[in-house]
């Protein structure tokens, strides 16, 4: 009224607002914001845990895993028991989520560079948080998010890194090998876990107060080696002769191409033949089902603060590992291969408005959380991205679905999931086929099985178009770059 008033009493002063307000619908959305429209875009919580297999309750993949936190946020969302990873290492990975673009695009094959835009598929893209920043949202982040130092420069606003957290004087179980590569009881009390100290700060920005809608990421280190949690996570499990070891077929890598066992026997890891002789097999595995439950534990802890905040009902929460983890499988420790145990992890997503308590088996990627977020929060696409919104699937889990699941290990080297196969092809032109209806461990390959081809052909029209050759700098390959090509 006021406004009103006076620019009846002052023609001049009216052209004037006239004009701001011409500059206010020119200028930058971030610049319009907050306005009542954006105020109604849903939040989003996205947790990443780091090594994470299918090692949780909702998925079955343990008997002795115990997840209480995140299964109870399977049962508010849509569990997607068929997802993969793009790269089955740390840093390829997390740059493809938060790039939207495959690795076979980018050259971002390994553990280093870490700084992605040396690759010049990468140099301009928008990454996730910058993408909703641009679009009005305040983003937070903290832990492990990216794989290095890249978190800081994508967020508005970043906590504490998750780090590996503190170790002994001396190694408890590992004494040679690795740094890292260690397992078993410490630290004396959670306080001193880095995990618990990103759950304290997430915690703590979930309690403030927001005139604009935001995305918060929390990144988790465990189960991530060293497995060391404190001792009462390990008293909740069964004693080290209770332990259930992994599905384990004899001569199981018999049938793999010889390609295939070069590229998957250089890694950091120790040998499997090594947790057999010196019987450290059992203990390793219970102190990966420890490090999973304290890292549930954690989970619950920022999910209850969002119960908590008033945020919930406006709240988009996604819930991923960047890769699984072999503990014994195929003889493997680790991530580094093509098969299941590497590349599948656990998603779970909960949208306001979406299916709730379901699942689907039809295939997903990390790589399709980027264009879900953008179409579930009513943001324009983004025409560079590589994956495909899974609102589809949120509204309805059993709708037609013809995209498949791509992960790279290096540079021509891919595998292929659909609801009912695994194609594995490497850059020798040798092939791994597996029917995951009926051989879901992945045990036997078919691939050289004439009554196949017809099957092969059809899963190799899925391969990317692209293979770019690695990025300048790339190390971190284990056997990769010695002699394997």
Known sequence: MLVRTEQQENPARQVVLALALALAMCAPLTAQLPDRAAKARPNVLMIMIDDLNDWVGCLGGHAQAA??????????????????CQAPICNPSRVSMLTGRLPSTSGVYLLQPQRFRVSPALAKAATLPEYLTRHGYHTMGCGKIYHGSSSRDTF??????????PRPKKKINYKQGHPLWDWGAFPKDDSRMPDARVANWAIAKLASKRDRPFLLAVGFARPHVPLYVPQKWFDTLPAESEIVLPKVFADDRSDLPAYAKRL??????????????????????????????????????????LDNSGFADNT???????????????????????????????LIVRAPGHVRSKRTDQPAGLIDIYPTLLDLCHLP??????GHSLVPLLRDPAADWNHAAITTFYKDNHAVVTRDWRYVCYADGSQ?????????????????????????????????????????????????????K
């Open 432 to 484: 791994e086929l597996y029917d995951r209806r009926d051989d879901p461990s992945e045990f036997h390959n078919l691939a050289a099985q004439p009554k196949h081809a017809d099957q092969l052909k059809a899963l190799r029209a899925y391969l990317p178009g692209v293979n770019a050759d690695p990025v300048p700098g790339s190390t971190g390959s284990g056997s990769l770059l010695d002699g394997v």
């Open 316 to 346: 988009i929460v996604v819930l991923a590992s960047d890769h699984g983890f072999h503990l014994g499988e195929k003889e493997r420790w680790a991530k580094r291969s093509l098969w299941s145990e590497s590349t599948r992890v656990p």
């Open 67 to 84: 997840t209480p936190n995140i299964d109870a946020l399977a049962r508010t969302g849509l569990l997607f028991t068929n997802a993969h």
């Open 381 to 386: 696409a983004n025409s560079n991205l590589e």
């Open 264 to 305: 998957t026997h250089g890694v950091p890891a120790p040998r499997h033949e090594w947790f057999l002789k010196n019987r450290q097999w059992r203990r390793a595995v219970r102190s990966y089902l420890a490090c999973i439950r304290f890292v549930d534990h954690q989970v619950g802890r920022v999910l209850t603060a």
């Open 156 to 165: 508005d606003e970043y906590g504490p890194r998750a780090g590996f957290g």
